[in-house]
Nanobody, 122 residues
Framework: QMQLVESGGGLVQAGGSLTLSCLATGRAITHYNMGWFRQAPGKEREVVALIRYIDAATYYGDIVQGRFTISRDNAQNTVDLQMNNLEPEDTAVYHC???????????????WGQGIQVTVSS
């Protein structure tokens, strides 16, 4: 089993930056595709960013393209999400996920963190 724990969330003003970090324990992330998803109240969970294990290729949701950067450190067993130029619409609970497929679909990820709140004030 793999456990994922997110950190780094909080309250920030519009235009500001935050870095989320996901620490994995129990299993190495080396052979897992990793992703960040988010869910706002009343909305479905949506993909934010993905990073592939085999070559560190990345994918970003259209809504965050150019503002967010995902990275992984296999030695530290961590995945980070650098978020710049945050907007009130980015307010959501952000979840880290790990899975065998490089997929935008949440159901393809086997392991999930509890999530961390990010609130962007206008």
């Amino acid at each position: 089993q793999m456990q994922l724990v997110e950190s780094g969330g909080g309250l920030v003003q519009a235009g500001g930056s935050l870095t989320l970090s996901c620490l994995a324990t129990g299993r190495a992330i080396t052979h897992y595709n990793m992703g960040w998803f988010r869910q706002a109240p009343g909305k479905e969970r949506e993909v934010v960013a993905l990073i592939r294990y085999i070559d560190a290729a990345t994918y970003y949701g259209d809504i965050v393209q150019g503002r967010f950067t995902i990275s992984r450190d296999n030695a530290q067993n961590t995945v980070d999400l650098q978020m710049n130029n945050l907007e009130p619409e980015d307010t959501a609970v952000y979840h880290c996920a790990a899975g065998p497929q490089f997929s935008t679909k949440a159901e393809h990820y086997a392991y999930w963190g509890q999530g961390i709140q990010v609130t962007v004030s206008s």
